[in-house]
């Protein structure tokens, strides 16, 4: 083998040290090789990450999803109209990130943090990366705090607790979006700051949500995300993370957050999309195959966090639109086996004046009455039961009119029970009302109001007991418990309350 001599070898060297620089510039600087539908194929940048943010002509933004051996694949956050084969393309050598902290508070933004709501800049000094690992099995604790949504079919059967991922499920038009958005008025004056995600929405719905927030004082703690359907893929790709980076930044003060995805059916089709362009190959329904991680990185980052890290929470209410009441098709079912628990919406129950239209059979929450004060566990435990045997009871009798006492007594109940649970848009109850209406049905004080009555008799005894009685009401709802005490007092003004509206309604 020939020997390199010494001067040969100093010359090799100083070559090398004289286009070093070259090659660090060419590891962060690549060339467009094609673009077209939102994806470009970028040659050159071989120190690229997963997510990394790239800068294209004209001050486009893209991200990159593939890292290939030849060329990295990066989906555009803006027109490529003006970008074509043979530009430069820049490293940012940053994560997608998004801007965090207080000052996100009544704003809307899009999937990157900026604003949207003509308000100008926001002043934020501090930004988190949108994609993050969620926290370990042993920097949580078991929930066991409700987190009331005002609406009392699913407070007193299928209670959300703080740091939950409970489901909401159902066709299109079952009234979905309305309980997230009750949800997020009740929590007014809670302490818990909300998120709203908008994914593939139409921006007049989101308009009128935002408006009818704002107009309900729920602004102010509230931030909405936005990417629209007229928005390309990626930003809708990217929304529900940024919407979970934002309240990760509370959960960590020590605060308590709850954020809507609305909704993760429209997000999988647009990560479908972006897959698809990339060549990334199809599976089932021509989802990716990692279409179920793509969820559960998203809906593990909720959690309720143990005291030693200041006892935080984010509680996820994803939705999912099925089609036909289908809760056994791909995505849906993905959802369902990640979260704890589904609040099942049917279209039946919507068009038959049933609002909201939860189905107390189909829904579940897996934390259960560890969700509920006291007072709520003792006057909602026989509810599911109740309702139960009045459905079964209502099918089977529908074939004949003769009817024993038993049988009549318990349709009687449940259809007053069904009536009870129904509850307008916008109208969320706190938990004392609550639980007064459903101590009310439970102890027979509605067995001689009419069905057709049952909301003109709640809605007096509501403002009987606001008007006479505050100080049981008060008691209530800061105790949260039932005590014989309270209990006999509660008694004793309904029956008097009875006896007036018997009155009342004779005359």
């Known amino acids: 083998m020939e020997q390199l001599k010494p001067g040969e ?29 939102g994806i470009a194929l970028i040659q050159g940048l071989e120190h690229a990450m997963a997510s990394e943010l790239l800068l294209f002509p004209g001050d486009v933004y893209g991200m990159i999803l593939n890292l290939e051996e030849n060329h990295v694949a990066a989906v555009l956050l803006g027109d490529d109209i003006g970008i074509k084969e043979g530009d430069e393309v820049k490293r940012t050598n940053r994560i997608v990130e998004v801007p965090v902290g207080d000052v996100m508070l009544d704003r809307v933004v899009n999937a990157l943090g900026q604003p949207i709501d003509g308000k100008g800049e926001i002043p934020s000094t501090k930004t988190r990366p949108v994609e993050r690992v969620a926290p370990g ?19 007193s059967m299928i209670p959300i607790g703080k740091g939950q991922r409970e489901l909401i499920i159902g066709d299109r038009q ?28 139409k ?3 989101v308009a009128q949500i935002v408006e009818k927030l704002r107009q309900n004082g729920s602004m102010d703690y509230t931030t909405v995300v936005c990417a629209t359907a007229s928005e390309l893929a990626p930003l809708q790709f990217i929304a529900p993370y940024s919407g979970c980076t934002i309240g990760e930044e509370w959960m960590e003060q020590g605060k308590d957050v709850l954020i809507i995805y609305d909704d993760l059916s429209k997000h999988a089709v647009a990560y479908r999309t972006m897959s698809l362009l990339i060549r990334r190959p199809p599976g089932r329904e021509a989802y990716p195959g990692d279409v179920f991680y793509l969820h559960s990185r998203l809906l593990e980052r909720a959690a309720k966090l143990n005291d030693e890290l200041g006892g935080g929470s984010l509680t996820a209410l994803p939705i999912i639109e099925t089609q036909a009441g289908d809760i056994s098709a791909y995505i849906p079912t993905n959802v369902i086996s990640i979260t704890d628990g589904q609040i099942f919406l049917q279209t039946e129950l919507f068009n038959s004046g049933v609002r909201p239209a939860v189905d107390s059979g189909l829904s579940v929450s897996r934390v259960g009455s560890a969700a509920q ?18 459905h079964e009871l209502l099918a089977f009798t529908q074939f004949g009119s003769d009817l024993d006492p038993v049988t009549k007594a318990t349709i009687d109940h449940g259809a007053r029970l069904t009536e009870l649970l129904k509850q307008g848009q916008y ?27 049952v909301h003109v008799f709640e809605e007096q005894m509501h403002k009987y007991f606001k008007t006479n009685h505050k100080e049981l009401v008060d008691k209530l709802e800061s105790t949260g418990t039932l005590s014989d005490e309270l209990t006999s007092k509660i008694q004793t003004v309904m029956e008097k309350f009875l006896e007036e509206y018997k009155l009342m309604n004779e005359a």
């Open 9 to 37: 070898i100093s010359a090799l060297i100083k070559e090398q040290i004289k286009h070093y620089h070259e090659k660090i510039e060419m590891n962060d600087v690549g060339t467009v090789i094609s673009v077209g539908d």
């Open 373 to 390: 004060t006291k007072a709520m566990k003792k006057v909602s435990g026989s509810l599911k039961l109740d309702l139960a045997q009045y």
């Open 427 to 453: 109208l969320p109850l706190t938990m004392a009302y609550q639980v007064l209406s459903l101590y009310a049905a439970k102890n027979g004080f509605l067995k001689d109001v009419s069905v057709e009555k």
């Open 174 to 201: 079952t009234g979905k979006t309305a309980i997230a958005v009750d949800a997020i008025l009740n929590q007014k004056g809670q302490n818990v700051n909300c998120i709203y995600v908008a994914i593939g929405q």
């Open 203 to 205: 921006a007049s719905t």
């Open 137 to 155: 099995v042993m920097t949580r604790k078991g929930v066991h705090q409700p987190l009331m949504t005002g609406l009392k079919i699913i407070d």
